[in-house]
C-alpha cells in the first residue's frame, strides 16, 4: 500500500508561487484521515473551531503519496469558516468503516486487498475509515490505541477473525480466501447470524448466494521485459497445503527434484522484482496454489501458468469459481492441468488470456465493485432497505449448529 502523507501549511498572505514543504513537516495520515484536522479536534463545535482557528488567512492542505512525492490531494482555505464547512461536510458527520487487520505485508493478498480496501473508501470520499490492527499472532489482541466505536459504525472483519473483538453492532465479514482453508468450517458459528458477508470470489459452487467485493490491486511492475526464455518451469506452492490438495511429504518430494533440476522455487524469493526477473526467463510457471495473483501476473510477464487442477473442479467449475468477476473472466492463456492439450491451448491462446488478465484488474470492476459496496451498506444499515445483501444465515444456513 502507498503510505500517504498530510502537509499542512498556513499563510498570512496569499502568495502566487506554491512553496515547496519541507519533509520533515509532514504528518502521517497513514491510519486516520481525521489527522487533516487532528485528533483532538474531532469532538470540537463549530465555535470551539472557530475559536482554534481564530487567526484569518490562507490555509492549504497537502496530501502527498510519498513514494512518487505527487501531490494526491489539496484543499485550499481563504476563511476560518471554510475550514468549518468542509470539516462538517466531509468528517464530522460521516460514519466510519473501520477495517481490522495485521501490519502491511505486500506478500500477502489477503492483507494486500484489506489495506487496498482502506485506500478506496478513504479515496470515495463518502465514509470515513480507519486500520484497526492486530497481532498476528494473537488476533483477539488490538495493536492500535483503544477505539470508542459507536452503534453507527461498520467493522470489516477478514475471515480468520473469531468472534467480534472490538465489540461492534454493524460487522462484515470479508472471505478473502474461503472458509476451511486456512481457518475451519467452524468458525462460522463464532459469528452473529445477522453479520454481512461478503466473498472476494463467487466461489458459486459451494454457496447459493453470495456478496462479491472483487478489489483487485493491480502492479504494473509485472511486464514482458521480452527476454530469451528457458524451456523450463519455476514453481509455486504457497496455500497448496491449505486447499487439501497436497501434502507435506509429497511436497518435500517435488522441491527435491525442482532442486535437482535446477529450477526455482517462487515461494524462496524474497522479492516482487526477484518473481518479476523469473516469470521473465522461464516458459512456464507451474502452481499447486490454484487461488493466487500470481497466476495473471505470470501471464503479464509472458510466463504461461499451468494450474494444478482444484479438488474435483472441472475447468469450467474452476473458471466460474476463482477467475470471474461480475463483468469478465480468465479463460485464457493457462494450462489447466500438466497435459499436453492444455499446454498448447495455453500457448496459443497466450495473447487473449493477457487481454482478458488486464480487464480483470481494470478500475471498470473496481469502480462497480466499490460503488455497489457502499450503496449497498448505507442502504442496508442506515436506509433499512436490502438489495439482495446476505447475511451468515442467508449464506451458511446449512452449516451453522
Not at 163 to 173: A, D, E, M, S
Request: aromatic letters at 14%; proline letters at 3%; a neutral charge.
Amino acid at each position: 500500500m502507498n503510505k500517504i502523507m498530510l502537509h499542512k501549511r498556513k499563510f498570512r498572505h496569499i502568495k502566487k508561487e506554491i512553496v515547496q514543504p519541507r519533509p520533515e513537516t509532514y504528518i502521517d495520515i497513514d491510519i486516520n484521515i481525521y489527522k487533516i484536522f487532528n485528533k483532538d479536534l474531532i469532538n470540537l463545535t463549530d465555535e470551539e473551531l472557530k475559536k482554534h482557528y481564530n487567526t484569518i488567512g490562507i490555509y492549504e492542505y497537502r496530501i502527498y503519496n510519498i513514494d512518487t512525492f505527487n501531490l494526491e490531494f489539496k484543499l485550499n482555505y481563504t476563511t476560518t469558516d471554510e475550514i468549518i464547512n468542509y470539516y462538517n461536510e466531509n468528517i464530522k458527520n460521516k460514519k466510519t468503516i473501520y477495517i481490522y487487520t495485521p501490519k502491511i505485508n505486500n506478500n500477502c493478498g489477503g492483507i494486500s486487498a484489506l489495506y487496498n480496501l482502506y485506500n478506496l473508501i478513504l479515496t470515495s470520499h463518502i465514509f470515513n475509515t480507519q486500520i484497526l490492527l492486530f497481532d498476528h499472532g494473537d488476533r483477539t489482541k488490538v495493536l492500535c490505541p483503544k477505539i470508542e466505536i459507536s452503534d453507527k459504525d461498520i467493522i470489516i472483519y477478514p475471515e480468520i477473525i473469531y468472534n467480534n473483538p472490538l465489540k461492534g453492532k454493524n460487522i462484515i465479514r470479508w472471505i478473502l480466501l474461503g472458509i476451511g482453508i486456512e481457518v475451519p468450517n467452524n468458525i462460522i458459528n463464532s459469528w452473529n447470524n445477522f453479520d454481512i458477508v461478503y466473498n472476494w470470489l463467487p466461489m458459486n459452487k459451494e454457496l447459493k448466494k453470495y456478496n462479491q467485493l472483487y478489489l483487485p490491486f493491480f502492479n504494473d511492475k509485472f511486464i514482458n521485459k521480452n527476454y530469451v526464455r528457458m524451456d523450463n518451469k519455476c514453481y509455486l506452492f504457497k496455500k497448496s497445503i491449505n486447499c487439501n490438495l497436497i501434502n507435506i511429504e509429497l511436497i518435500n518430494k517435488i522441491k527435491l527434484q525442482i532442486k535437482k533440476n535446477n529450477e526455482v522455487i517462487i515461494d524462496d524469493l524474497k522479492s516482487t522484482e526477484e518473481v518479476i526477473e523469473v516469470f521473465n526467463k522461464y516458459k512456464f510457471f507451474y502452481t499447486f496454489d490454484p487461488i493466487t495473483a500470481y497466476i495473471p501476473y505470470a501471464m503479464l510477464c509472458g510466463c504461461i501458468p499451468i494450474i494444478e487442477p482444484y479438488k474435483n473442479y472441472t475447468k469450467e467449475e474452476f473458471i466460474n469459481n476463482f477467475c470471474s468477476t461480475q463483468l469478465n473472466s480468465l479463460k485464457h492463456g493457462f494450462a489447466y492441468g500438466n497435459f499436453p492439450s492444455e499446454i498448447d491451448f495455453a500457448e496459443k491462446t497466450l495473447d487473449l488470456g493477457i487481454k482478458e488478465a488486464l480487464n480483470m484488474f481494470s478500475n471498470d470492476i473496481i469502480n462497480y465493485n466499490l460503488s455497489k459496496f457502499i450503496n449497498d451498506i448505507d442502504n442496508y444499515y442506515y436506509k433499512n432497505i436490502n438489495n439482495n445483501i446476505f447475511t451468515i444465515m442467508d449464506v451458511y444456513s446449512d452449516k451453522l449448529y
